[in-house]
Structure formats: C-alpha cells, structure tokens
C-alpha cells in the first residue's frame, strides 16, 4: 500500500504493477475496517489522473506514441507538475517534444510507472497539484 492517509479530494495510488494499478477514491479512508470494493478503481490502460479526476479517452495506447497532442492535453489541466509514468522503464520522448517542453516552461517530469505513482502520491499529500499521465506500455 503506498497511502496511509485519507487524501481529501483527490485520488491516490494504493497499488501498481506493470499491468495496472489500483487508486483510492477521493474522500476514502482505507484504513478503517469497513473497506470495500467501490474504494478503489482499477486502471489498466493509460489514464491521466489528476485531482478527483480520471481521464481516459483521447489518450495514446503507449509512451511510443506520446506527442505533442499529450501535451496539449495535460496542459487542459491547472497542475503545476506533470508527471509522465512511461511504463516498466524510464523513458523520454523525441528530442523535440523536449524542445517543446523547455521552450514553453512546462514542468513535466518522465520516470518510470512505479516512481510516477509514488511521487504522485507525495505531492497530492503536500496539496501540491499535480496530474500524472499513467501509461502500461
């Protein structure tokens, strides 16, 4: 479990693997004894998570396919940071999407799927706002 406490109005990571992972709904306290299974939702394809919302459509099957359109995309959304979880290994996109980046001063950090989760949960803990773009392939 990665959460241990109730992280108001937003989701949180509970579990992940290379083939999916689990979150904590909003307002959900999974430490009390009465846990169930509308607790959490399941992810299993690439989904952007922010805040106490889950973005599936319009989203590319595999980090090979992230382009500028992601960004635009994630930039929909008012997060300070935005965290880029490109599966089991740390991946970067095409130098120009990085060009892109950098030129528009988008704080956009890629690592791996695990390390994405967890840094998500950190900084939803310190309200911080955060969207992590989650892909599995």
Do not use: W
Request: net charge negative.
């Amino acid at each position: 479990m990665l959460q241990l406490e109730t992280i108001e109005n937003s989701y949180s990571f509970h579990s992940y693997d290379t083939h999916c992972a689990k979150i904590i709904k909003p307002n959900r306290n999974i430490n009390s004894n009465q846990v169930q299974d509308d607790d959490f939702v399941e992810i299993s394809s690439t989904t952007l998570v922010y805040q106490n919302q889950l973005l599936h459509d319009t989203l590319p099957e595999s980090f090979a396919q992230f382009n500028l359109d992601c960004i635009t995309t994630l930039t929909d959304y008012d997060a300070d940071i935005f965290l880029i979880g490109t599966g089991s290994g740390a991946l970067f996109p095409d130098k120009s999407i990085l060009q892109h980046i950098s030129q528009n001063k988008l704080a956009m950090d890629f690592m791996d799927t695990g390390a994405a989760c967890r840094t998500f949960n950190i900084l939803t803990s310190e309200y911080r706002k955060v969207a992590a773009l989650i892909f599995f392939k």
